[in-house]
């Protein structure tokens, strides 16, 4: 028997976000490809770019097949391919692999959400190109010196156990040192906030609006700031600090992409940003660096709903698949 099952909210909402998203990196990829001079990274951005290319089919055909109007989403209209390069080709290849990473987190989820088999068996794809590209980047990345490995820990001499409560504290006294998951967490965020700073610093360059200007600035310096506290946090037990990645965007000020492409891409890293710190919070035993996460967390909510604002207002944030109002209906009747 042939069911015709319709797409159930969470699969219209991972098919939404994920053709938003690849329209997004068409753009962005489309830029870096019209100044990467490297011939180890130049066949890494034709290939993720490729991907995207493929998955935007392939979200066109099935949304197509389900009468689901496919998302406005970015077009060439939000990339200025005639501007002049505003990153380094370590960049591309370090914003490629965090944007693979990113694919990972995601695919995974939408995976797990999925019913139909032919929105899982997409999925299942689009998890493995993600670990793939990922696994490209990364050698290239080691063999060019540009990738920043989590600190090195003593190996564990013999399995322990916990046998004191000043195990969970931190705030006062003596603080024990980090454990390796706490420092996972630290180091991952903080290569998170670096890719943020840097991008930022760009977008505020190129921005054409002074209220984007203004808030790429202030996000910039919010990843600075985190930065700072994480690093500070792994030099308390002599672990290497970050290594900014500033010096990685060039001086241009020439519009490069559309205010409105920028503020979806932050509205994106900032909600993946939330994420990883509440990840974070969930994970580190240690009281002051859950308190310290979720001090931060709080922070980057309030910029996010800040950036929403703006998207709003100059009628740039494109609504997602919404459940009926049933009050709103019934009033009309």
């Known amino acids: 028997m042939e069911h015709n099952v319709k797409l159930t909210s969470a699969e219209m909402a991972v098919l939404w976000t994920s053709y938003m998203n690849d329209s997004l990196s068409m753009c962005v990829f489309s830029q870096f490809l019209q100044h ?21 089919q392939s979200y066109r055909q099935l949304l197509t097949k389900e009468n689901f109007p496919i998302p406005v989403g970015f077009t060439d209209e939000d990339v200025n391919l005639g501007a002049p390069r505003l990153y380094s080709d370590a960049f591309y290849l370090k914003y490629i692999d965090g944007m693979a990473m990113v694919g990972m987190t995601s695919a995974s989820a939408a995976l797990a959400g999925a019913t139909r088999d032919d929105v899982r068996e997409m999925y299942t794809s689009l998890l493995m190109e993600s670990v793939a590209l990922h696994n490209t980047a990364i050698p290239i ?81 919010i990843s600075a700031k985190h930065i700072k506290v994480f690093s500070d946090i792994l030099s308390h037990d002599d672990l290497p600090p970050a290594v900014s990645w500033a010096t990685d965007v060039s001086n241009s000020t020439t519009h490069t992409f559309s205010d409105k492409l920028m503020m979806f891409h932050v509205a994106a890293l900032t ?7 509440g990840i974070a919070i969930g994970t580190s035993p240690r009281r002051d660096l859950g308190a310290a996460f979720l001090r931060l967390q709080g922070e980057v909510m309030l910029y996010g709903e800040d950036g929403a604002e703006i998207a709003i207002e100059n009628g740039w944030l494109e609504q997602p698949p919404m459940a009926d109002d049933r009050t709103e209906l019934a009033r009309h009747k």
């Open 141 to 221: 990345l080691l063999d060019k010196g540009i990738y920043v490995r989590a600190p090195i820990i003593s190996t564990p001499s013999q399995v322990d156990f916990v046998k004191k409560q000043n195990f969970l504290t931190g705030f006062f006294g003596e603080r024990r040192p980090l454990n390796a998951i706490e420092i996972t967490n630290l180091n991952i965020n903080i290569f998170r906030n670096c890719l943020g700073e840097a991008l930022l610093l760009g977008f505020a360059q190129t921005a054409q609006s002074k209220k984007v200007r203004q808030y790429m600035e202030r996000g910039k310096d």
């Open 271 to 277: 909600g993946a940003g939330v994420g990883n710190y």
């Open 36 to 56: 990467v001079d490297d011939d180890d990274i130049r066949p890494v951005v034709e290939h993720a770019l490729s991907l995207c290319q493929r998955h935007i």
